[in-house]
């Protein structure tokens, strides 16, 4: 048994701490073995503000023609951070301004009777303990907001690996991978309503678009297999080493431990460090 084994043990795992070793082991070691202080983002903050606004709409704290002021008046509280910098435009104006857009013709959530809203929730994937929060829990849905860019193409081609791909409810194509997390999901919403949802949804604020697909059992299956693979594949890694691939980016600006990983610009020396392997 390595000595990493006693930590990961006691884990409540998630989808963002499984997804966030496949960003980089190094930064997953640094999060979740050395538990070094992390800090949030300017994409994690606007994903928040986001939330927040969505979250008291759906329980009744606001109504649909005060979400744009609320987001108005509260995006400089929660988006502290600074965006990173581009030569083609202002990131940080364009995130403002697609929030705007988005809440300035809001329409609500359509006829989805809500039973549940960012409900926490305590599950098994085999034999290891997830916590997640879903979003909404509706009538035979699950609906996720996310705060990504366009994720959909609009027919696959001899370039797409058919295998990644799955067929939304109104005909346009999405990798699986961006549904993985729903899919999890459907375990809680099992175990509470005694039935399997029949849709899942991304709501695709950004964009204001919605992404639909119905429950599939077999996806449903490749789901846990996933997550129940990346998990041990967590457990058997000696080294965390840094990830693979032009991460630069990820290093500079998204990184939650970016102010301790000397692979970052942002470095600032807080603990000590070792670049090289890990031998655990």
């Known amino acids: 048994m390595q000595v990493n084994d006693f930590i990961l043990d006691d884990f409540c795992w998630s989808f963002s701490r499984v997804t966030s070793y496949d960003s980089c082991p190094l930064c997953f070691y640094y999060q979740y073995i050395k538990k070094y202080d992390d800090i949030d983002g300017c994409f994690g903050q ?42 083609y435009t202002d990131v940080g104006n364009d995130y403002y301004n697609q929030g705007v857009e988005y809440f300035k013709n809001f329409n609500g959530f359509g006829d989805r009777e809500i039973f549940a809203v960012e409900h926490r929730h305590y599950f098994k994937v085999g034999d290891y303990n997830f916590m997640g929060f879903i979003d909404l829990e509706c ?14 193409i609009t027919r696959l081609t001899k370039r797409h690996d058919k295998s990644e791909y799955i067929e939304m409810i109104d005909g346009r194509y999405i990798k699986f991978q961006e549904f993985i ?47 129940i693979d990346k998990i ?28 301790n990983c000397g692979y970052s610009s942002a470095f600032m020396g807080n603990v000590e460090q070792d670049l090289g392997v890990f031998d655990i």
């Open 46 to 87: 606007y994903g928040t503000i986001i939330h927040d606004c969505l979250e008291k709409y759906a329980l009744g704290d606001l109504m649909e023609y005060e979400l744009l002021s609320y987001y108005e008046e509260n995006y400089p509280k929660i988006v502290t951070d600074s965006f990173p910098p581009n030569k």
């Open 139 to 152: 009538d035979n849905e699950i609906v996720d907001h996310k705060t990504k860019g366009k994720q959909h």
């Open 181 to 227: 997390q729903l899919y999890l999901y459907v375990i809680p919403y099992f175990e509470r309503y005694g039935i399997y949802p029949e849709i899942l949804s991304l709501n695709m604020v950004r964009i204001n678009d919605w992404y639909s697909i119905k429950f599939e059992l077999e996806r449903f299956e490749e789901a846990k297999r996933w997550a």
């Open 232 to 259: 041990t594949n967590i457990y058997n890694d000696k080294e965390f080493a840094k990830g693979n691939g032009d991460l630069q980016f990820f290093c500079d600006f998204i990184c939650n431990q970016r102010l």
